[in-house]
Each structure stands twice: as structure tokens, then as C-alpha cells.
């Protein structure tokens, strides 16, 4: 019989892969029946994850610093040993605004939502308006939750501007929302969503967190696989509400990218973790300087997992 594994994550085309694994049996043919929810926000999902609640979870590698630090926005009963056993993406940043925003002058005077102010990807949104010439004062920020949030709150007219993920950005043109800037045009390197645990589940459950690792990546070969284009687009079509044909051949084409797409082996980007630490070291408070991306990671299991397959 299978064994079960509960996997928080957020809304949004970056489950593609874990769509895939569990919709092309990769996962049951390693016997695990994985179970995914969906988190309304970065503080329900770590303070989970951190309860035990969930197994693991897919979230900014942020975020794991941040609880780790002592810097995040949730009170934890317990002190947290989060880590990364995985990569995956960039995150799929983009600043997307109302359509009478031209400019980042144009944010002046405006709100900026947010999912947590100490967590998620706060951060970026305040050095992109830094870059452009916008000081914190310039603009406010409201906390709305997360991406799919945050998303219903743009087209409601409540924000001026939020950072979305794919496919967010595609499906708010229908409402004038249009993409201001792409954080990877500033940050280039940047550690997006990572596979997260708490050391303690990994231990006792080792095999099983070595052979979800093992379906991930296997579902990520067969994604990237150019005969299965048409498949991996009706996948997407299953699990996003509203997603037309031609939006999902749009949002493929961006999540699966040669440059800029998922890591196809969902490696972890060494530059990419030490900007977040760059960002949480001026950014984060109490203050703190960071500078060690390792002591957030453990690549063990997942370097099992690739002998595995």
C-alpha cells in the first residue's frame, strides 16, 4: 500500500511538476500517494510545517532563513529546524500593477500588497522600488496573503501593485493588469521556491522524502520532454480554474523555458540563496548579516534520490 505524504504549497502554475508527478503515476510508482494543500498564506504554511501538520512543503528558501533566524512573522511554540532539501525555480517574479501605472513614479502615493512584510517576497518588491529610484516612504504596503490572494485583491482595484507568480501575470491581462517589471531583470539570480522539511521528519522518514524527491524529478524529465507538451498543458488546464488552452500553451512556454524556466533537475542556486541572504541581511529584523547558505541546506537526500533514478 502506498505510503501517504502531505505536501503544503501555494496556489499556482509552480506545482506543475508536482501536478505531474501525481497525475502520471511517478509518485505511486515509488508508492507514495501524495497529498497536496494549498496555503492561504507563508505564515499558515511554516507554522505547519513547523507543527508537523504537513510533511513537507513547497516555499521561498526565504522564508526557511527567515523562521530560522527568528525573523519571521509567526510566533512559534517550538523552535523550528527547517531545511531545503531541494531547488526549483527563480519564482516566476513579476510586478504587476494597474493599468494606469506606467511607471515606478506612477507608485508614488500608491499601496503595494504583500504576503508578510518579514517573509515571502517582500524583500524583492522593496529593492525593485529602491533600483527605480522609490524610497519605503514613497508607497505602502498592506499584507493580502498570498500569491492567489494578493492576485483577487489586484483586480478588485484594492492595491495599486503586488508581485505575482506565473501564471498570474497572463491572466490579469483579461482585467488591464499588466507586468511593470520582472524581478529577474534586477535580481538575476535569485533562490525561488524550494522542497522544505523540518530535519527531525527528514530523519525518521528518510525513504520517503528520498523517493518524493525521486518523483519530482522524474516528472520534471517527462515535462521536459517536447512530446509531451500538449500532455503537460492539459495537466495544467486540470488544476488551475480558468485556464484556456492558449493561456496554458503561454504559461508552459514560461515555466518551462530553457532559460529562466524551472531547473530541470531542481538543483539549488548557490547565487541565487546568497542573494536572499544579501536581501534578508539589509532588509530583515532584528538585524542580522548572513552570509552561510549551507546551514539551510541538506542535499543528502537528494543526492540519493538522483542515484535512485
Not at 7 to 22: E, H, R, S, Y
Amino acid at each position: 500500500m502506498a505510503q501517504r505524504l502531505s505536501i503544503i504549497v501555494f496556489p499556482g502554475g509552480a506545482n506543475l511538476p508536482l501536478w505531474t508527478g501525481i497525475r502520471q503515476g511517478f509518485f505511486a510508482q515509488l508508492d507514495l500517494d501524495v497529498q497536496p494543500s494549498y496555503t492561504r498564506n507563508s505564515v499558515e504554511q511554516i507554522s505547519g510545517l513547523v507543527k508537523g501538520t504537513w510533511d513537507i512543503g513547497l516555499t521561498g528558501f526565504d522564508n526557511i532563513v527567515a523562521y530560522q533566524e527568528g525573523q519571521g512573522e509567526a510566533s512559534l511554540d517550538r523552535e523550528p529546524d527547517l531545511f531545503a532539501f531541494m531547488g526549483s525555480d527563480n519564482a516566476f517574479l513579476r510586478l504587476v500593477v494597474q493599468p494606469d501605472i506606467k511607471s515606478y513614479a506612477n507608485l508614488k502615493g500608491r499601496a503595494l500588497s504583500v504576503d508578510a512584510m518579514t517573509t515571502g517576497f517582500a524583500f524583492v518588491l522593496r529593492k525593485m522600488l529602491a533600483l527605480n529610484g522609490l524610497s519605503e516612504g514613497d508607497v505602502t504596503f498592506e499584507r493580502a496573503g498570498g500569491a492567489l490572494q494578493r492576485y483577487d485583491a489586484l483586480k478588485e482595484g484594492r492595491h495599486a501593485g503586488t508581485l505575482l507568480l506565473t501564471p498570474f501575470e497572463l491572466t490579469g491581462r483579461s482585467f488591464g493588469l499588466h507586468v511593470l517589471q520582472s524581478a529577474s531583470d534586477v535580481l538575476p539570480h535569485y533562490q525561488g521556491v524550494v522542497g522544505v522539511a523540518s530535519r527531525a521528519w527528514a530523519k525518521d522518514n528518510a525513504d520517503r522524502l528520498d523517493r518524493f524527491i525521486a518523483g519530482y524529478l522524474v516528472a520534471l524529465r517527462w515535462l521536459y520532454q517536447k512530446d509531451n507538451a500538449q500532455a503537460a498543458c492539459a495537466i495544467l488546464m486540470e488544476n488551475v480554474p480558468h485556464m484556456t488552452a492558449e493561456l496554458a500553451a503561454a504559461t508552459c512556454g514560461l515555466l518551462l523555458a530553457e532559460n529562466g524556466g524551472f531547473d530541470p533537475a531542481a538543483r539549488l542556486d548557490s547565487d541565487g540563496m546568497k542573494i536572499v541572504l544579501a536581501l534578508r541581511s539589509e532588509y530583515g529584523r532584528p538585524q542580522k548579516i548572513l552570509g552561510d547558505y549551507q546551514k539551510y541546506v541538506d542535499l543528502g537526500y537528494y543526492y540519493r534520490a538522483v542515484a535512485r533514478i
